[in-house]
């Protein structure tokens, strides 16, 4: 039974506080540290754990307990919303694990969150109430926001205090399916260009299925940042030559993409059968998948394909 | 310590002594059939194992058996270069596997196959003679040209008797690096093209580094097909970019591809980089990879993904 965990942290600049959080979720049997990234632009951290349930949460949790001490959100500036210092932690089925399985994680988490004095609302696969499923509701407004009046009657937490913590603000915990987060930078600084294809590259506007976007300046260029939450039906490659075409339209193009965390192999073969036109290509055509199953200290034996 | 192995059969077409062939390598635990495949037009199949050395050894012995048993190679008319119903036998290291375990694979599996009454060339890592290094010297002129005379003097086999195996022919068995065979078909049907095409893209011509290669007509058109002993510097993407610019020179183009077995991640990450602009991405990125070392079982459990 595997889960994926993905807690975000509002700290992208302190490469000292960005290795305490990695250092607290390292070392565990059951559980790797398969990935972290940080952007100083975002001022955020993505990090992506695997394994097992238990020895999942016990990392996440001491994660949040190393936010809490090293990170202060009133000092916080960052391109990224935001309504907390671990601002997000969702729990993520992997293989056949039931979706139940983070649900349940997610509950156990935001309790546990709740209890260090940090208000707890649960979304999407664990949210209690409708209008909290969707994660950018949630933060609406971001931690200025929450922090502008008591967390009551419909702004009240699922767990903790009614009122934002003066340092490390909320989290917003939930359970929910894959998310491969796929940023695209224009040759542009055009932001309303990037705007106007963030809003038609929307599932929810008829756009390509599952995926979210929004747009941002980066460095002066304009940054389609993608949110692929059907990658099945949409992989990266599949967004990007849309965007690659529409940029094109407006007289624009794409100047370079970024993986943000993890991605699963069968979007890679997706983008391999597409562009090195092979009619069949499956995963057990991967070898160091079998090479990972037969000897497995030959990946968890260190961290050292988690780069920050 | 992993190694690969990747027997070739000439016997591409009766489905039955294809099957019969993969259920003499299964079930064996610490060695996976992680893929086959079988071509009608070339009358061969591939077959790919993974694993510790000792169970591969046992699994390709077994299959060496059942070919010699169901593979009659004075019947056998095919597209390909071949010597023997078990033709080709590779045993590649994986990971941090050192060659020397390959090349001592290669001569137990070779004197092996000899004491079943079929004469065994050594190849490449494990050759015992500079001639013999290279396959298509040891293939030279096929079963006919062996068969035309006694294996005697600088025509004796490394193992087993002084002549060809009235229906099982002889054996290559070597050890070697990794080889991805990658196939381009052309919307052509000008063999000349496609010959000036393989002869220009050789690494031993100056082309692409580590590239074999040899063009064939396959249903009227122009196969290249391509053997990439160094995808770490010529991965497939590179490959076949170098051919679509090179056909359309010509007045040609690329219809399609084909993967003939296996290939290692870092070649779909290659693609990746390339296609989708992706300035960094990592193998650890690969949730995949680390979902097979937390839960092998998941990968290893059954057969299913080598489809034949």
Known sequence: MLVQCVPNFSEGRDSAVIEELAASMRGRRGAALVDYSADPEHHRSVFTLVGTPEPVLAAV???????????????????????????????VPLADCPSAVCVDLALRAGRAIGDLGIPVFLYEDAATRPGRRNLADVR??????????????????????????????????GARGPLTAFNVLLD??????????????????GGLPGVKALAILVGGRVQVSLNLTRPDLTPPHAALEWLRREAA??????????????????????AARE????????????????????APATVLGSDEDAEG
Chains 1, 2 share one sequence.
């Open 140 to 173: 609406r407004g971001g931690f200025e926001q929450l922090a502008a009046g008591p967390l009551t009657g419909e702004r009240a937490p699922d767990f903790g205090p009614p009122a934002v913590h003066p340092t490390a603000g909320a989290t917003a915990v």
């Open 275 to 294: 562009y090195l036109g092979l009619g069949e290509l499956r995963r057990g055509q991967v070898l160091d998948l079998w090479a990972a199953a037969l």
């Open 188 to 205: 542009s600084a055009d932001l309303d260009l990037g705007r106007d294809l963030a809003r038609r590259i929307r599932g929810a506007a």
């Open 61 to 91: 949790l001491d994660a949040a307990r190393v936010a809490l001490a090293r990170v202060d959100l009133t000092r916080h500036q960052g391109a990224h919303p935001r309504i907390g210092a671990l601002d997000v932690l969702p729990f």
């Open 249 to 270: 339209a407006r007289g624009a193009a794409v100047a370079e993409s970024e993986l943000i965390g993890t991605l699963r192999l069968e979007e890679l073969l997706a």
